[in-house]
């Protein structure tokens, strides 16, 4: 593992089937993002993931952070919502 990766979780390591969706990471004040496209025909699967990852964000905060899951998943909407509306950056790479 390079450093600055997170651990893959246990139940993947220890799936046969299991497969890297998104890999982001922040180097030289910008965001790199590598995609597996082709997963799912349908691309509201991805917005099921997202909010999926949302939640799980929104646990990790409550248990490190002391804070409440509902708030935690109100910021990332409002975070979400206003980079929709006025995107601070746009992506520049193929896929």
Excluded at 12 to 37: C, K, M, N, Y
Excluded at 58 to 67: C, K, L, T, V
Aim: glycine content about 10%; proline content about 7%; charged content about 25%.
């Amino acid at each position: 593992m390079r450093s600055g990766e997170l651990p893959i979780p246990p139940k993947a390591v220890g799936s046969g089937s299991a497969f890297e969706l998104v890999r982001i990471w922040v180097a030289d004040r910008g965001q790199h993002v590598s995609v597996a496209t082709g997963v799912w025909e349908d691309p509201a699967a991805w917005g099921i993931m997202l909010v999926d990852l949302a939640r799980h964000i929104a646990n990790a905060y409550a248990e490190s952070e002391g804070m409440r899951q509902p708030d935690v998943l109100e910021r990332i909407k409002e975070g979400f919502d206003a980079e929709w509306s006025a995107p601070t950056d746009e992506p520049s790479s193929g896929v």
